[in-house]
């Protein structure tokens, strides 16, 4: 049972460690102080869900309707080309220097929504916990839950102590 956790927890931190546009998100988030505490748990709920999802066999369901995941990963590509071009625009045109002392301004509902998009409109994410945990935890059998439990407590740590 412990060994269904463990590989769990270690192969979920190894998918959440690199630092892509969500986490790079978060930590911007953490910088600027501004609902960090909301921020984490949306995306360690997310990714929670998807983990379970995955258990579930929602990889299943991707392999035998491939529309799904060419439909998120178009839809992904295009939110992402969009805020890389917002991006790369005010590295050249906008003063980035980052006032801490200050709330900048950035609403709650415009932060839920930017988290949610880089959670769920992200095609990687579900490759990792949804396909890729999905089917090694088919390994532990009847405990393929406590497998789950691993990689979501993985997610849990890595968020709250980024």
């Given at each position: ?84 071009l917002k ?23 415009k932060t ?51």
């Open positions: 049972m412990i060994n269904a956790f463990i590989s769990g927890f270690l192969l979920g931190l190894s998918l959440i460690l690199p630092i892509g546009a969500q986490n790079a998100f978060v930590l911007r988030q953490g910088i600027k102080k501004e609902f960090i505490f909301l921020v984490c748990l949306i995306c360690a709920f997310s990714d929670a869900l998807m983990i379970w999802a995955g258990i579930l066999g929602f990889g299943v369901a991707i392999q035998k309707f491939q529309y799904i995941e060419t439909f998120a990963r178009y839809f992904a590509f295009i939110f992402l080309f969009i805020y890389s991006s790369f625009y005010s590295s050249f045109r906008l003063s980035h220097s980052m006032q801490t002392s200050q709330n900048l301004g950035s609403s709650r509902l839920v929504l930017l988290v949610l998009a880089f959670t769920w409109l992200n095609p990687h994410v579900y490759l990792d916990t949804v396909i890729l945990l999905g089917s090694v935890s088919t390994s532990f059998g009847s405990l393929a839950w406590m497998f789950g439990l691993g990689a979501m407590s993985a997610s849990f740590l890595f968020f709250f102590s980024l």
